[in-house]
């Protein structure tokens, strides 16, 4: 007898605590929502933020304010996430860059599987292999030609360790079987520079950066990073088309919670997250910086962060490449 009252009591209290995370759900957000940005104001990520943040705010009736906490190439923002209360008030838009290749390569102060849970993937981009219009190549085939003709000459510019621009670099050497040098700048807009002014024979650069550059004939571009071709420059074929095959490589953005938010306020966001991806100015707006609106629920997110972990942890150790590179 006593165990039934248990069991019964037990039940009570299993369906209370549904009815209870529903009923927050439903409630949510009863107030402003903090979006912690780990890069600078006005960079590619803060925008991004600010355009899916501002559709939120329509669709919640509370305002979602962007906070950007920059600094060791996103470490400092991951950190700050991390010590967030898990109330479901403070969410992160994290990166290829600060979610992957910092831990992989640098001691961090975060775990992204321990302190984080992962709401969604929302956006992702390729990059675009380009070169200066003095190189006497006119394709992915002509370039490794000449790599192989010249080991050890030709060089590639990286916007520092370990960001796309980088390991892509690494990943087209191995799979090239090409021997080219890397050199590292500190930013994107130094390495265009160097690349269009003949001083870097190529780059696996942002596509955005670029964009006005290749339309003024100022550079070359000869493909794409990414698996497909892009929306953005359909006209590029990609690297896999082109002789490299099993190349693919994008830069991506997903939504975070610090850990222990509760799963029904995750599924409340991941949900609003859908609607706001497919809204037709919010893909336009990204669209304008060559970054495509995706979704993913958090299950999907999360097997995704896995595998590019797998993917670039390889790639890495193989490759013995360090964070000061």
Do not use: C
Request: no cysteine; aromatic share 8%.
């Amino acid at each position: 007898m006593n165990s039934i009252k248990y069991g019964m009591v037990t039940s009570a209290i299993a369906v209370a605590a549904l009815m209870s995370g529903a009923v927050q759900a439903q409630a949510y957000p009863a107030k402003p929502v903090r979006f912690v940005v780990t890069y600078p104001a006005g960079g590619s990520s803060d925008v991004m933020a600010r355009i899916i943040g501002k559709k939120l705010t329509e669709l919640w009736g509370q305002n979602v304010l962007v906070e950007s906490r920059p600094g060791a190439a996103g470490a400092l923002g991951m950190e700050y996430a991390a010590k967030q209360a898990p109330d479901g008030y403070t969410f992160l838009l994290g990166n290829f860059g600060p979610v992957l290749a910092n831990p992989l390569l640098n001691k961090v102060k975060y775990n992204v599987d321990k302190d984080f849970v992962p709401v969604g993937q929302i956006t992702r981009a390729a990059n675009i292999l380009v070169t200066p219009n003095t190189l006497p190549v006119k394709s992915v085939k002509e370039l490794v030609a000449l790599a192989k003709k010249q080991p050890g000459v030709l060089t590639y510019a990286t916007s520092g360790p370990g960001s796309m621009s980088h390991l892509a670099g690494e990943m087209f050497k191995r799979l090239a079987k090409v021997d080219i040098i890397t050199v590292p700048f500190q930013g994107g807009v130094y390495s265009i520079a160097a690349v269009q002014g003949g001083h870097i024979m190529l780059m696996f650069s942002d596509a955005q950066p670029v964009m006005e550059n290749l339309r003024a004939g100022k550079l070359k571009a000869l493909a794409v990073t990414s698996a497909e071709r892009t929306p953005f420059t359909p006209e590029l074929p990609t690297l896999a088309e082109q002789g490299i095959t099993g190349f693919a490589a994008a830069n991506w953005w997903g939504i975070m919670f610090p850990a222990g938010v509760q799963k029904s306020i995750v599924d409340k966001v991941s949900t609003d997250l859908g609607r706001a991806l497919g809204d037709a100015e919010v893909k336009k707006n990204l669209g304008l910086m060559a970054i495509e609106a995706v979704y993913s629920s958090p299950e999907q997110f999360g097997a995704f962060i896995k595998s590019e972990r797998k993917l670039w942890g390889d790639l890495i150790r193989e490759a013995k490449i360090t964070g000061t590179q």
